[in-house]
């Protein structure tokens, strides 16, 4: 049995997994889906001072009291982020770790080094009365659709779940400083259907910190692949356990 820790992205929430974690637990392992401070059940928590620290510490938080080990951490999206600094801090625990469709720092970047459009949310956001929030990206005309989901009854769904995002996760630079880090391995999940304009990948080195070739996977879906493809999704999981 392996243990999943599933991290959502931006403006998104943890029932973003609720397709994917069931067929993981079908086949016989635990999986952890929170939300992450300023969404779902932790909503009520959202402000300015609100950032990607935060997010590391509620995953380390867990993980520490949980008193998880071997964990596969996956990190959709902005959580690539999250789960770098994350497993930086406890890399002991990590048994694998996988950037889906996700920003890949290095040591000292920020979301907007990682994928530089960003800049432009924040820009937007800083001439508005609340400039510390960013909304959810819109809807874009098919096939690009929402997130990359084009279903309109998943759309539905979709928009039931998003909400802001707070400035400080695009501005706080991820800490990748722990030797110990570089041993963990990585597997990188693209998703490769239909991609907005300004949205750029990072090419994936051969080899990875570790040494040993670079594993890169692909899905012929849009961002949210969780959501469009999660049976899919689950195998690629699996094979990153054993």
């Not at 069931?22 to 952890?32: Q, S, Y």
């Not at 979301?111 to 959810?136: E, G, K």
Request: contains cysteine; aromatic residues 4%; charged residues 20%.
């Amino acid at each position: 049995m392996s243990t999943y820790l599933l991290v959502h992205g931006a403006w998104h929430d943890g029932r973003c997994w609720d397709r994917t974690a069931p067929l993981l637990e079908a086949a016989g392992h635990r999986v952890f889906r929170p939300s992450l401070t300023g969404y779902g059940d932790k909503a009520h928590l959202f402000g300015p001072e609100v950032g990607l620290d935060t997010h590391v510490e509620d995953v380390v938080r867990l993980i520490k009291d949980e008193d998880l080990t071997d964990v596969v951490l996956v990190g959709h999206s902005y959580a690539g982020l999250v789960i770098s600094s994350a497993a930086n801090e406890v890399p002991e625990r990590i048994a694998h770790l996988v950037y889906l469709d996700a920003m890949v720092p290095e040591h000292g970047e920020t979301a907007v080094d990682a994928q530089p459009v960003t800049q432009r949310l924040i820009d937007a956001a800083a001439s508005t009365d609340t400039p510390w929030r960013i909304p959810p990206l819109p809807e874009l005309p098919p096939p690009f659709g929402l997130f990359g989901v084009t279903d309109p009854a998943d759309q539905e769904w979709l928009r039931g779940m998003l909400s802001d995002h707070p400035v400080l996760c695009l501005q706080q630079p991820a800490c990748l400083d722990n030797p110990s880090l570089r041993q963990v391995p990585r597997t990188h999940v693209h998703c490769v259907g239909a991609t907005p304009e300004g949205i750029v990948r990072r090419p994936v080195p051969a080899l990875q910190p570790n040494g040993t070739p670079s594993r890169v996977r692909e899905l012929p879906t849009g961002h949210d692949c969780m959501i469009t493809m999660p049976v899919e999704l689950s195998e690629l999981l699996l094979e990153a356990s054993r």
